[in-house]
């Protein structure tokens, strides 16, 4: 794998796969506006322009602050991402991405909850 098609911080790995980005949020990281505003950028550098779909799965983190969820839900906090599938394996993380959900209820990119990856992927394959 190329450096260019992987970068992580001390909140997200990033991974890009046959036209899909992989996203893991850390375990035990806290994520507030900047460190939202720190994951974008850090993803549209990865992606260079490229738009693809997101596979976000979540290691155990913390916390996500309200206004992180706000901005990371609307069109800039989203850029690059043509479709965005969650594998939720714990409360928390359903209770994010629901709220996720709510916020980006204007269809802004297709959405959708998974409990295996291999289902996530299948849907996610219609939007590359």
Known sequence: MSHQEYFENQYIRFEIREGILYAWYRKGAVIDLNAAHSIVSDRLNLLKG?????????????????????????????????????????????????FFLVLNNDNVIPTKIFRTEEEALAWLQTYK
Do not use: C, H, W
């Not at 693809?52 to 983190?61: A, S, V």
């Not at 969820?69 to 394996?89: D, L, N, P, Q």
């Open 50 to 98: 490229r738009k693809m779909p997101m596979l976000l799965q979540d290691e155990g983190i913390k916390e996500v602050k309200r206004e992180a969820r706000i901005y990371m839900s609307k069109a800039e906090g989203i850029e690059g991402v043509s479709a965005g599938a969650f594998i939720v394996t714990n409360p928390f993380t359903k209770m994010v991405v629901q």
